[in-house]
């Protein structure tokens, strides 16, 4: 199949100069060095201060009582705190709730 190919470089009208090409390019990327790279992101956000804002707003519009209020800080303080014990333990250094 002949895909032509026009720019103010150069013209392919033909399989033989496609192939061509394609194995020059696949060529210059095998020797590159960067022809066998895997990449992994991992993006983490601590969202502990977002919670935290979230329970004074509650207590603040007094959807929470004072009660509730302690009760829920120290509640997420525990979560917090387990996790980063986790953590401690693995190799990543993120937190996993």
Known sequence: ??????????????????????????????????SDVDVNVNVNVDTRAIAY???????ERKQLSSEEFNSAVRKLDELIE????RNRHQSRPWLNY
């Open 1 to 34: 199949m002949a895909f032509p190919i026009r720019n103010s470089r150069f013209s392919v009208n033909n399989d033989e100069e496609m192939n061509q090409i394609m194995n020059k390019n696949d060529l210059a990327v095998r020797q590159s060095g960067n």
């Open 82 to 85: 387990r996790a980063e014990r």
């Open 53 to 59: 804002a979230l329970l004074i707003s509650m207590h």
